[in-house]
């Protein structure tokens, strides 16, 4: 049965809530396997919307498993306002949700840290969730874990002397006020008696499921370009959401991987800092923005945008081991009279022959772009490929051809029925 990887091919934001919950009708299991709640991912069922952060995309299908893996960072309070969210909404939740027994917990100091750090030098624009904080302290091997509710004992002590360490360094070197270890334990404790039931040794889980027959989706969130090794450093979240984090972030071995999926926008955008070559800036980005509506679903920020960039998306698809693709807000474009596609980036005059991950490198280059036409006229409902407009058809075969993918779906608005499948 498949075990597929569903990842973002850009900087985020591509619409991978929306294809893993068209595809999560065919799979038995859909896993979270990296971030945390900095991811925002969008489900338009008729004229209701979820936007799901922590809990996997395919949580709308109410024959659907949902596990968040061991590498996800997981804030007990935005889990449980999600849980109510889908509850009220009368989605049922029971017996549905997994949790691995190895996530980390954010923590209060996380993302007061987060925050505290976006005020330097050294801003990178997070969503401040404390995602960076976290991943810190689980490397410095010093966090805690969901395990770690389990014990209330354990949980008190691990708590108590990580926030002597954080309180060290906010006065000491922050010059804010000490954190309240007591309120801490309490609110964590209070957490443990939700969260308790959810908790499961994931990797036998998966593992045990993948061997009786049953299909898995692995969910990434952010994108390719903001992984910490292959993005664009040091703008770029803290953990792995290309293709390999999905076996570090599940427990599911490479060999066990049948196929990995991009999600691919029919444009660029990005929130937060960072280079972004084919960026359009004045009426021209605004105008792009407007047409996709294209602001944070977590934060609300308006999300930069830009000229489809096929040079990066190849790049994403070689790390990633991308052989097929969603192409998503096909229908953004259709105002358009012309359509720009980067194919290469020139730096110095030359054209270079791999992607350049150097920020110092990146804010030197130059996109080199080729011109199509554009459709002028809504797509929005059409249903068939055969019915899409022949400049519409030839825009997809050359970002396919460029970017060196195939195409599999299509997406042409934000619900279930706008969907072109091949
Ligand atoms: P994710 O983080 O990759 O899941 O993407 P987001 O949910 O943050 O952002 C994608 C946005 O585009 C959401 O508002 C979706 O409802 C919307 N969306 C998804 N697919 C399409 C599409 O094909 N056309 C249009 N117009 N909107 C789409
Ligand atoms: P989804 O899953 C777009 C960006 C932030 C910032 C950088 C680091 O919805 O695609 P962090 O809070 O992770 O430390 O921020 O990463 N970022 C995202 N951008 N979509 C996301 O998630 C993002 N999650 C983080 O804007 O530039
Ligand atoms: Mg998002």
């Given amino acids: ?77 935005a889990l449980l306002d999600e849980i109510q969210v889908l509850e009220k909404a009368g989605i049922n939740i029971n017996g549905r949700l997994l949790i691995s027994q190895n996530a980390h917990l954010i923590m209060p100091y996380h993302k007061l840290l987060d925050s505290i750090s976006e005020n330097t030098s050294t801003k990178i624009g997070t969503t401040g969730r404390g995602i960076g904080p976290c991943y810190i302290d689980k490397y410095a091997r010093k966090g805690i874990r969901i395990v770690d509710l389990l014990d209330k004992t354990v949980l008190e002590e ?42 499961t040794d994931v990797p036998t889980y998966l593992n045990n499921a993948i061997n009786e027959g049953k299909s898995v989706l692995l969910e990434g969130a952010q994108g390719t ?32 991987i049948s196929s990995v999926i991009g999600i691919v926008k029919a444009y660029t955008t990005r929130v937060g800092l960072g280079p972004f070559p084919t960026e359009l800036f004045g009426n021209e980005g605004e105008k792009l923005r407007e047409a996709g509506v294209e602001f944070g679903a977590t934060t609300g920020r308006p999300r930069r945008c830009g000229w489809f960039d096929a040079f990066l998306v190849n ?39 791999s992607y350049p991950t150097d920020v110092n490198k990146m804010m ?51 619900r279930r029925s706008q969907t072109i499948e091949l």
């Fill in 364 to 414: 030197q280059v130059q996109p080199v772009y080729e011109t199509l036409p554009g459709w002028k006229c809504d797509i929005s409902n059409v249903k068939h490929f055969e019915d899409l407009p022949a400049n519409a058809k030839e825009y997809l075969s050359f970002i396919s051809h460029q970017s060196g993918f195939e195409i599999s779906l299509i997406s042409v608005g934000p």
């Fill in 158 to 199: 691990k708590i108590k002397v990580n926030i002597e360490e954080k309180n060290n360094i906010l006065k000491k070197v922050y010059n804010v006020e000490e954190l309240d270890v007591s309120g801490i334990i309490k609110e964590y404790l209070e957490f443990d008696k939700t969260i308790d039931q959810y908790i």
């Fill in 315 to 353: 790049y994403s698809r070689m790390i990633n081991g991308i052989e097929r693709a969603a192409i998503t807000k096909l229908d953004v474009l259709s105002y358009l009279d012309e359509i720009k596609v980067c194919v290469a980036y020139e730096s110095n005059g030359k054209l270079l022959k």
């Fill in 225 to 256: 370009l903001l992984d910490v090794d292959h993005g664009t450093y040091p703008f770029v979240t803290s953990s792995n959401p290309t293709s390999g984090g999905a076996c570090t972030g599940s427990g599911i071995p490479p060999t066990k």
């Fill in 1 to 77: 049965m498949a075990v597929s990887i569903i990842v973002g091919s850009q900087w985020g934001d591509e619409g991978k809530g929306k294809i893993v919950d068209i595809l999560s009708e065919r799979y038995n299991i859909v896993v979270r396997y990296q971030g945390g709640a900095n991811a925002g991912h969008t489900v338009q069922i008729g004229d209701q919307q979820f936007i799901l952060h922590l809990i996997p995309s395919g949580i709308l299908r109410e024959n659907v498993i949902c596990v968040i893996g061991n590498g996800v960072v997981i804030d007990p309070k």
